[in-house]
């Protein structure tokens, strides 16, 4: 199997925009490669972060891919050359393995990219633009990504400021009301698409009087004029902010004038410089987080979610190489009654001088220990 990849690691997001194929393109791409006389099957993996075409057949079958993705991307062969990325045989096989588990993400450990793995090769089978090779291959992958999921600390563990942020509104008890000031930002927006995926949390954003795009439907965010933030805060268990304004979006003096309802509130400050004044601590019903807590938290994370990429590789390691004796053993099956036939002709001694001229010493500690056991 080979691998060719163009991803976030050697190309920007608008050149990877020109290869962010549609649907119908992904399709037309890979019915064309298994057309080619060189590739014997191709699966084709498009994401935000990569677009990867992995397939099967002679070494000659890499320049054709490379022609395809230039083709279908409208770029010349010498655009794509700088920024492609090329994977062979085992090495691509164990790229395959740390995508498919988010080692190779952006955001380590997450979990969409197996998913969309999933899928891409999915859709290839219903295609039959797969191979037998192939196919054994991604269903390898992705039982070794479910085990990964499962067996280590890989995922599930947030390492983003907006996540990390959002997690600690959702967890501030019951049914929560979270004021976001800043979400057009780009921390700001991120934060909100976190705290919509909690059930239990309710969305108000600021959004200043001169206008501004909209980001979030009014099904999902109850939009709030800016120059209202503080009434608004009477109504919310939670406020975010994570503006560049550089002056104070909050203040202690103008917050204790405002609000009404004294019950206990968690404000977020993800903004630098800071966004909330931090005499706000010192109101009785308030607590005050900030982005360096975030930060050290991220960083907390990190080191775990590390240690889970370690474990996660030994087990890319294992998976792979039981893989790889599973491919030898079908390429070997065809010959093997023809095979074991000539072996009663050869005369055992000679078998144990080529196994010994062959193999280390551990190698052949091992092929002797079976052979005994056999002979039991």
């Not at 994977?87 to 740390?98: I, N």
């Not at 280590?152 to 947030?158: A, F, H, Y």
């Not at 933030?229 to 109504?235: D, E, F, K, Q, T």
Request: a negative charge.
């Amino acid at each position: 199997m080979y691998c060719i990849s163009v991803n976030y690691k050697k190309a920007d997001v608008s050149f990877r925009e020109k290869l962010a194929f549609s649907e119908e393109v992904q399709h037309a791409l890979a019915d064309k490669a298994v057309e080619n006389e060189h590739i014997t099957g191709c699966v084709l993996l498009c994401t935000c972060n990569r677009t990867e075409l992995y397939f099967s057949g002679a070494p000659s079958a890499i320049s054709a891919a490379k022609a395809l993705l230039s083709e279908f991307g409208s770029v010349s062969e010498g655009e794509l050359a700088p920024v492609l990325m090329i994977f062979s045989e085992d090495a691509a096989v164990r790229h395959l393995f740390k995508v498919a588990c988010g080692i190779e993400s952006m955001v380590m450990g997450e979990d969409e990219i197996l998913g969309q793995t999933k899928n891409a090769f999915r859709t290839a089978m219903e295609r039959s633009c797969t191979s037998y090779e192939l196919n054994m291959i991604f269903q390898h992958a992705i039982a070794c990504a479910k085990r990964i999921k499962t067996e280590t600390t890989l995922s599930g563990i947030p390492v983003s400021t907006a996540t990390l942020a959002a997690n600690a509104a959702a967890d501030f008890g019951g049914q929560v009301s979270v004021l976001v000031i800043g979400a057009s930002g780009k921390i700001g927006s991120s934060t909100v698409k976190n705290l919509l995926a909690h059930k239990n949390v309710r969305v108000s954003a600021t959004r200043r009087s001169c206008g501004g795009e909209v980001l979030f439907s009014p099904e999902d965010v109850h939009i709030v004029g800016y120059s209202d933030r503080y009434y608004a805060v009477n109504g919310a268990d939670v406020i975010i902010s994570a503006t560049g304004s550089p002056h104070y979006t909050i203040t202690k003096n103008r917050l204790e004038e405002s609000v009404t309802d004294k019950k206990k509130r968690l404000f977020i400050d993800l903004a630098v410089p800071h966004d909330i004044e931090e005499a706000v601590a010192d109101i009785p019903w308030a607590s005050l987080l900030d982005i360096d807590h975030f930060g050290e938290l991220a960083r907390k994370n990190n080191r775990v979610k590390m240690s889970g990429a370690q474990a996660a590789a030994a087990i890319i390691e294992k998976e792979t190489d039981e893989l790889k004796k599973e491919l030898l053993i079908r390429d070997f099956l065809p010959e093997a009654e023809h095979i074991g036939k000539k072996l009663v002709e050869v005369p055992f001694e000679k078998l144990l001088f080529r196994l010994k001229a062959e193999l280390d010493h551990k190698e052949l500690s091992h092929v002797l220990k079976i052979l005994e056991e056999l002979g039991e």
